[in-house]
């Protein structure tokens, strides 16, 4: 299948740093990568759509001032947790589809802890 | 939008018996529907879909099965095993028109294999 590569893997900050999160699709171009957060023993939740060359889609309730996306290539998405709060610690993980639809590959996750 | 409910959120069963895992979903424009298995702290993978033309789908000791009247759709995993036990999601999107949507996700459920 195919492969989605997030990094790092985990990272831990201190209150009010910002912190990046890259997505990368290893051997296809996706034009639409996803990211969701998913707090411990949840599910995963969509927070925003990123689009190639445009402005990422945010769900309802996901600030897009504080988790910035960039999808600057088509084989590159980056999330930015910006002025990161212990209430954002969470595995933030990514996702794109080689076809732009159909099956969904998911990066290795990135777990958040913000002290 | 789209809202997927899954039960049961934790299902034991004794090893080599079945496991049946049901999820709805909300939007009857919906047309594909994946089932991830999740490991503590790993990337959710597929293990089976199925898209809105098809009633049943069956992979080896796994099976899903649709029905689009009644909006909903069921895992069935057969003769489970020990290493079958993880956090199951089902999850709900729309695909078509040339892009790819983002997945809805049911809650989980966390299948345990009693030896």
């Known amino acids: 299948g195919a492969v989605v590569s997030q990094h790092p893997s985990w990272v831990i900050c201190k209150s009010g740093t910002s912190v990046k999160i890259e997505c990368r699709s290893l051997d296809f171009q996706a034009t639409t990568m996803f990211w969701y957060r998913q707090f411990p023993k949840q599910s995963l939740m969509l927070m925003a759509t990123s689009n190639e060359g445009s402005k990422a889609t945010y769900e309802q309730g996901v600030e897009k001032d504080k988790f910035l996306i960039n999808h600057a290539s088509l084989t590159l998405s980056t999330l930015t947790v910006t002025s990161a709060h212990p209430e954002d610690s969470s595995f933030y993980i990514c996702?794109?589809?080689?076809?732009?639809?159909?099956?969904?590959?998911f990066g290795e996750g990135s777990r958040l802890t913000v002290l | 939008g789209e809202n997927v409910e899954q039960h049961p959120s934790t299902l034991s069963v004794q090893e080599g018996d079945s496991a049946v895992i049901k999820c709805t979903y909300s939007d009857s424009a919906s047309n594909y529907f994946p089932w991830y298995k999740q490991e503590l702290g790993k990337r959710p993978q597929l293990i089976i879909d199925i898209r809105s033309n098809v009633g049943e789908k069956k992979d080896q000791r796994i099976a899903v099965t649709l029905n689009k009247t009644a909006k909903h759709f069921s895992l069935h995993i057969t003769e489970t095993q020990p290493e079958d036990s993880a956090v199951y999601f089902c999850a709900a999107s729309i695909l078509g028109g040339g892009g790819a949507d983002g997945l809805t996700f049911g809650k989980g459920t966390h299948l345990i294999i009693q030896p």
């Open positions: 996702s794109a589809s080689p076809s732009g639809g159909g099956e969904l590959f």
